[in-house]
């Protein structure tokens, strides 16, 4: 079983759509949580970071953490074609020098 | 204006040759990293450094060196050693390694090795 995983997609949806991205994992020393916005060709882009478990909100973008079943997700509100891009999850423990862990990537379309 | 840069975006090399792929930040930051990115496989650490003049291996530094001589710079050599080169490389930093510190990513290297 991988650390992360990630439904690489792609997934397609209409504007104005409420789309929910997601990852589980199964190192339960993860404490921090990253989303990542990476447009075609493009370097990642951070979005979104929490720590532990509960719901963090900006904006349109909603990351949530669920610690007992290892499970995290990033709601984009009202979606815009200017979402579209491939979304990654990324997590660590909270020890020093601990690598980031990073999902495959979910690849997203949102059609005007 | 604050940030990472590498540099070439796109670089093509013969097999067999080596090739050092550049990583500039002017953002201060303590530690460096480097990531390859391949289709579906999502980013994989090579390298990272936490201060100048020292760095470890990451997952896959296999026919990969770097070098820190310097704070704001962690060029990347890829190796002929390296059994396939041809990646997306993304260069990435923060202010330190605990784990709260945030990872901000440079553009990327996209490399051809034919």
């Known amino acids: 079983q991988k650390e992360v995983e990630q439904d690489p997609g792609p997934l397609s949806v209409p504007e104005g759509a409420i789309v929910s991205l997601n990852c589980t994992y199964s190192?339960?020393?993860?404490?921090?949580f990253m989303w990542y916005r990476q447009y075609s060709r493009k370097g990642p882009e951070l979005l979104m970071y929490t720590y532990s478990s509960g719901n963090k909100e900006d904006g349109r973008f909603t990351a949530q953490v669920d610690k007992s079943s290892k499970y995290i997700s990033l709601f984009i509100r009202d979606s815009q074609p200017s979402d579209s891009a491939t979304y990654l999850c990324?997590?660590?423990?909270?020890?020093?020098?601990?690598?980031?862990?990073f999902g495959k990537g979910t690849t997203l379309s949102v059609s005007s | 204006d604050g940030g990472i840069t590498q540099s070439p975006k796109y670089l093509f090399r013969k097999e067999g040759q080596n090739v050092t792929l550049s990583c500039e930040q002017n953002?201060?930051?303590?530690?460096m990293y480097w990531y390859r990115q391949d289709p579906g496989q999502g980013l994989r650490l090579i390298y990272y450094?936490?201060?100048?003049?020292?760095?470890q291996k990451g997952d896959i530094a296999e026919g990969y060196s770097v070098s820190r001589e310097k704070k704001e710079s962690f060029p990347l050599t890829v190796t002929s050693a390296q059994k396939n080169p041809t990646a997306f490389y993304l260069c990435?930093?923060?202010?330190?390694?605990?784990?709260?510190?945030?990872?901000?990513f440079g553009p990327g290297t996209r490399l051809t090795v034919t």
């Open positions: 990435a930093s923060s202010q330190g390694v605990t784990s709260s510190d945030e990872q901000y």
């Open positions: 990324a997590m660590t423990t909270n020890q020093a020098g601990t690598a980031l862990i």
């Open positions: 953002l201060n930051h303590d530690a």
């Open positions: 450094s936490q201060i100048v003049n020292d760095f």
């Open positions: 190192n339960s020393a993860f404490q921090y």
